[in-house]
């Protein structure tokens, strides 16, 4: 089931598996590993060519997997992915064009901040979900405990250096609703196609459990 808000996606899994393919045809399958590991949300970022049709395969023939854009940084990506069959969409930082942008595709967003003053003005906006990127280069774990107390309503999803070993302790935040990672498909395995690997290390990911 498709979220119908920004904050739904925190309650699709604890991680968000961050997905660069470089081909499209590894795309089902990938999806499909993840789901089988109990990681039903799938961000897809818009780093490569393949990555819009990776994104509209995994919509079309994985119905269990809820498929998002990452790496959104245009209007025209915006609507792109929206038009692919995306879900849900990511971007790295906010602008105040780009946030109209995704918000006219009427889809969840999680637009990027890095800074209390960046979270600051997309409150003013009347968002409340965000991503945290680049998560550790920003200050990590120690920042984002920091801004728990001035900006309570906020809850992030970081992003960026988050590793298998270091996400349990962001989710032990109050202020964290999930995390993403790109941990959970290995270049080795995907290009492999051992999704019995990816199935595991998604396993292990769901049984994460958020603070808040």
Known sequence: MNPRSSDDLFALAPVIPVVVLSEAQTAVPLARALVAGGLPAVEVTLRTEAALEAV?????????????????????????????????????????????????????ALP?????????????????????????????RPYLKSLSGPLP????????????????????????GCVGGTWLTPADAVSAGDWDRVESLARA????????
Request: glycine share 12%; hydrophobic share 50%; proline share 7%.
């Open 205 to 212: 990911a769901a049984a994460l459990r958020p603070a808040g």
């Open 153 to 176: 309503q906020v809850r992030f999803c970081p992003t960026g250096g988050v590793t298998a070993e270091s996400a349990a302790d962001y989710l032990a935040l109050p202020n964290v």
């Open 56 to 108: 509209a395969r995994i919509a079309a023939e994985v119905p269990e997997a809820v498929v998002g854009a990452g790496t959104v940084t245009s209007a025209e990506q915006a609507d792109a992915a929206a038009e692919a069959g995306a879900a849900f969409l990511v971007s790295p930082g906010c602008t105040p064009g780009l946030y109209e942008a995704m918000s006219r595709t009427g889809l969840p």
């Open 112 to 140: 990027g901040v890095a800074t209390a003053s960046e979270a600051l003005a997309l409150l003013e906006l009347g968002v409340t979900a965000m991503k945290f990127f680049p998560a550790e280069a920003a200050g990590g």
